[in-house]
C-alpha cells in the first residue's frame, strides 16, 4: 500500500519515470538545468502525451483517447421528467 506523500510508491509514477529514463534522459548530455527542462518537457508534451501508445489506455496515445471519450453533450432543457413546476395537481383538484 502506498504512503501519503510518497510518489516512489506509485506504480504510474515509476513506470512513467522509466519511460523518461529510457527514452529521453539516457545517453544524453543537457548544458544546464533550463536545458534539460525545456528538452524533458518537450518530449513529455510531443512523444509522451501525443505519439507514445499506453496500455492503461488501450493501446492508444494519450491524446487519441482524450478526443475519442470527448463527445458534445446535448442538453434538452427544461427536461421532461422530474419536477414539473408549482402549478396544480390534478391529485388535489375537486371535481
Same mark, same amino acid.
Given at each position: 500500500? *502506498?504512503? $501519503?506523500?510518497?510518489? =516512489?510508491?506509485?506504480?504510474?509514477?515509476? /513506470?512513467?519515470?522509466?519511460?523518461?529514463?529510457?527514452? #529521453?534522459?539516457?545517453?544524453?548530455?543537457?548544458?544546464?538545468?533550463?536545458?534539460?527542462?525545456?528538452?524533458?518537457? *518537450?518530449? $513529455?508534451?510531443?512523444? =509522451?502525451?501525443?505519439?507514445?501508445?499506453? /496500455?492503461?489506455?488501450?493501446?492508444?496515445?494519450?491524446? #487519441?483517447?482524450?478526443?475519442?471519450?470527448?463527445?458534445?453533450?446535448?442538453?434538452?432543457?427544461?427536461?421532461?421528467?422530474?419536477?414539473?413546476?408549482?402549478?396544480?395537481?390534478?391529485?388535489?383538484?375537486?371535481?
Amino acid at each position: 500500500m *502506498s504512503r $501519503i506523500g510518497n510518489p =516512489y510508491d506509485n506504480a504510474k509514477v515509476e /513506470s512513467f519515470m522509466n519511460t523518461l529514463k529510457h527514452e #529521453e534522459i539516457d545517453g544524453k548530455s543537457y548544458r544546464d538545468l533550463r536545458h534539460a527542462t525545456r528538452n524533458i518537457g *518537450s518530449f $513529455i508534451e510531443q512523444v =509522451y502525451n501525443r505519439q507514445r501508445l499506453h /496500455s492503461a489506455l488501450d493501446y492508444r496515445s494519450p491524446l #487519441e483517447f482524450e478526443l475519442g471519450h470527448a463527445t458534445p453533450t446535448l442538453t434538452v432543457w427544461p427536461p421532461r421528467w422530474g419536477f414539473q413546476g408549482m402549478g396544480k395537481s390534478t391529485a388535489m383538484s375537486k371535481g
